[in-house]
Nanobody, 125 residues
Framework: QVQLVESGGGLVQAGGSLRLSCAAS????????MAWFRQAPGKEREFVAA????????YYADSVKGRFTISRDNGKNMVDLQMNSLKPEDTAVYYC??????????????????WGQGTQVTVSS
């Protein structure tokens, strides 16, 4: 069983930055690919960023490429999402997710078995 707890959300002005963190309660964190998804009101949950089990490969949605950075620390069982140059359209609940298929870094939410409770990010204009 994997438990994920996100933190770091909040209210920020457009152009500002936030850093989200996800702490994983799991025996071997490096067995999992990790990702961040987000869901805005009235919209479907969408992919934001993913990172391979080793941290050697990262993937981003076009809408956040160049502004967001995903990273992980397997020694601390943590995955972070650094968000810079935030825009009002980044406003959403952000979810951390874990995929036990460590050989493939998936971008589809259907592949992720474990989810955190989410953290709200609000960007004001």
């Amino acid at each position: 069983q994997v438990q994920l707890v996100e933190s770091g959300g909040g209210l920020v002005q457009a152009g500002g930055s936030l850093r989200l963190s996800c702490a994983a309660s799991v025996r071997i964190f490096s067995n999992y690919a990790m990702a961040w998804f987000r869901q805005a009101p009235g919209k479907e949950r969408e992919f934001v960023a993913a990172i391979s089990w080793s941290g050697g490969n990262t993937y981003y949605a076009d809408s956040v490429k160049g502004r967001f950075t995903i990273s992980r620390d397997n020694g601390k069982n943590m995955v972070d999402l650094q968000m810079n140059s935030l825009k009002p359209e980044d406003t959403a609940v952000y979810y951390c997710a874990a995929d036990p298929d460590r050989m493939t870094t998936n971008l589809s939410l259907r592949k992720y078995n474990y989810w955190g409770q989410g953290t709200q990010v609000t960007v004001s204009s």
